[in-house]
């Protein structure tokens, strides 16, 4: 089975941008959706965006409606989320995963490490 790696993470200035990559190790998760998904301290994880592997559609929360932007390559071997006009409250443990097109953690199947973002005022 295909395993995804995280990276772009780390400390960044409030307004700053970043952009974090998902990497499939293995055979492309083809046919399967993307999901971006974060956890705050203290808080429980939650939803970002999914981008579908048919037609590239995508859904945001609200929160990052206009802010970011998940889009995934041609090959679907890499998924990035695309982040600007960063708060502190953004500050999290960013995870992707592969599975199904949906907002609920449960729908996906095979997770990343994890990788850190911090927004420093």
């Known amino acids: 089975q295909a395993q995804l790696v995280e990276s772009g993470g780390g400390l960044v200035q409030v307004g700053d941008s970043l952009t974090l990559s998902c990497i499939v190790l293995g055979r492309a998760f083809i046919g399967r959706d993307m999901g971006w998904f974060r956890q705050a301290p203290g808080k429980a994880r939650e939803f970002v965006a999914v981008i579908s592997s048919s037609v590239g559609s995508t859904y945001y929360e609200n929160f990052a409606k206009g802010r970011f932007t998940i889009s995934r390559d041609n090959n679907q071997n890499t998924t990035y989320l695309q982040m600007n006009s960063l708060k502190p409250e953004d500050t999290a443990v960013y995870y992707c995963?592969?599975?199904?097109?949906?907002?609920?953690?449960?729908?996906?199947?095979?997770w990343g490490q994890g990788t850190q973002v911090t927004v420093s005022s």
């Open positions: 995963a592969a599975g199904y097109y949906s907002t609920n953690p449960g729908a996906f199947d095979v």
